[in-house]
């Protein structure tokens, strides 16, 4: 069973950076298609961004393009969400997931592996 593990969680003040982490624990195999969703409060889990691996190829929620960067370290089979320009809006839990196969999903449905979460609270 892969598990998914989120790092680099916290509190930033508005405008600020962070950047989180995402690696698979226990026993892991390649992903190629990684993805972090969000969810606030109240509200329903929604895409932030996917990358696939393999080639590269990201794509992002209108939200938080040309704000957030998603990347992949290969070597480290790790993923990363780099978060600039944060605004309150931007306060939720975040999740990582992967997907098995290699098409690209803004579903959440259609991710097989997930973390626990990552608290990311931006502060005005």
């Known amino acids: 069973q892969v598990q998914l593990v989120e790092s680099g969680g916290g509190l930033v003040q508005a405008g600020g950076s962070l950047r989180l982490s995402c690696a698979p624990s226990?026993?892991?195999?390649?992903?190629?298609?990684m993805g972090w969703f969000r969810q606030a409060p109240g509200k329903d889990r929604e895409f932030v961004a996917a990358i696939n691996t393999g080639g590269g190829i990201t794509d992002y929620a209108d939200s938080v393009n040309g704000r957030f960067t998603i990347s992949g370290d290969n070597a480290k089979n790790t993923i990363y969400l780099q978060m600039n320009s944060l605004k309150p809006e931007d306060a939720a839990v975040y999740y990582c997931?992967?997907?098995?196969?290699?098409?690209?999903?803004?579903?959440?449905?259609?991710?097989?592996?997930w973390g626990q979460g990552t608290q990311v609270t931006v502060s005005s």
């Open positions: 226990g026993r892991t195999f390649r992903i190629y298609v």
């Open positions: 997931a992967g997907r098995r196969g290699v098409k690209m999903s803004r579903n959440g449905l259609e991710y097989d592996y």
